[in-house]
């Protein structure tokens, strides 16, 4: 977990079952947004206020749980939501889509979907981008090297949660919060 720099409003998070510590976040900013990258097990987030990482990782979906239930109703939960490109899929995917529909339910407060289109056209203003292309566009946006990336807890599927947040912000956000 990052360190946080300001004193304010904090929520605590308890450890999780799969032994990752537990901490304090600040979530102060109304423009605060939780980004999730869901799966059907495991679910990257990172806690994001336009400026600065707040919170980060790779959890199990329940523990997610637990976390969105907290009082944070006034934040957004902005969450990649599955889009169908003609292809078949497996049922990995649908159980991504079952754990999307929790996730919204438990969190009871503004949302907004982002699909993986979206981040891969803002980010990269292309379609085709590959998650290491929006890894890559993600560290040079911020002048971060692999190593410094990988210190800060950033790896695969937090890049893309990271990614989720961005777009969010910069796209979606309603700049008067």
């Not at 300001?6 to 929520?11: D, F, G, M």
């Amino acid at each position: 977990m990052l360190p946080v720099l300001r004193v304010a409003h904090y929520l605590h998070v308890p450890a999780t079952r799969s032994g990752e510590a537990g901490g304090v976040l600040d979530v102060t900013t109304a423009s605060t947004v939780l980004a999730i990258d869901p799966g059907p097990a495991l679910s990257a987030y990172v806690w994001w206020d336009g400026f600065e990482i707040l919170g980060l990782g790779k959890v199990p979906n329940e523990d997610l749980l637990g976390l969105m239930r907290c009082d944070l109703k006034d934040r957004t939960l902005a969450i990649e939501m599955i889009a169908s490109y003609g292809m078949p899929v497996g049922a990995s995917v649908f159980e991504t889509c079952v754990w999307i529909g929790r996730f919204v339910e438990a969190w009871g407060g503004d949302f907004q979907y982002v699909t993986r289109r979206a981040v891969k056209l803002h980010l990269c203003n292309s379609a085709k981008a590959k998650d290491s292309n929006v890894s890559q566009a993600l560290r040079d946006r911020f002048g971060w090297t692999r190593s410094e990336a990988r210190k800060l807890g950033l790896k695969a599927d937090v890049w893309q949660a990271l990614g989720v947040a961005v777009c969010w912000y910069d796209t979606l956000r309603d700049p008067s919060a």
